[in-house]
């Protein structure tokens, strides 16, 4: 089954325990892994290189994402790292509009927009995270703000551009917590996106992909990774102890 699998390291490890905790993942899995699997690390900006480096020279089937991207392409613009210098780097993703940068960074869905606009120009595969809060939640129009929430972010791109992209939905309740939605639930809600994409003419059943992020363990990954309309997983915590991101790539049937 093809899935992607993107271990999202957020703001942990130097380059050098970077490039380690890499080494490790890189060693620890089995050859025979599913070549249909991806598997994407996503470093900060400071360990790509280091590990674009060693991907490059020992041919790795394995994948970089960017944790984000600035929505400026270039000039004064002091500590933001472009759409550019990502595709120099041969980052195939970037996760664009997670939940910790609308909340903590005032990220909004406008800038977010602007980011998947100029890493499609750049064919870098934009990973779009949506996701409601629990206050939201507990609004019975939930659905409807997500639906905002994925239309705003893809507004303007050509029809054929969304074919290439990952929507990630993460309830924000859901992360570092220990919660999950139910896996009915998780199905319900990508498949409303789906629904909304298709009467856009939005969708291509080929390549638009759906993964699901928020407390992925070895314990829940079974089910959620084996379920059809679930493409993949963004991990957190998870993905920083190998043992454990292996076990959640290998629960894959
Ligand atoms: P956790 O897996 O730690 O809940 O984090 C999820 C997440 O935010 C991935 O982007």
Redesign the pocket.
Known sequence: MNKTI?A?W?LNLDHLEAIQLFQKLNYSLDNDIDKKIKIVV?PSFTSLRSIQTIIEADKLKLYLASQDVSEFVEGAYTGEVSVTQLEKLKISFC?VG???RRQHFNETDESINLKVHNLINKKIVPVI?FGESIEQRKNENYLDFLIEQVEKSIKGLRKDKVDEIIF?Y?PVW?????ETPSLQNIVDVISNIKEFLSSKSFFDEENTKFIY?????PDNSKEILNTQIVNGA??????LDVDKFIKIIESIE
């Open positions: 993107i999202n957020k996503a996760i997670h939940s910790e995270c990630a993460e859901a992360i570092g917590t220990g992020g928020g407390s992925v363990t963004l991990v957190g915590g998870a993905s």
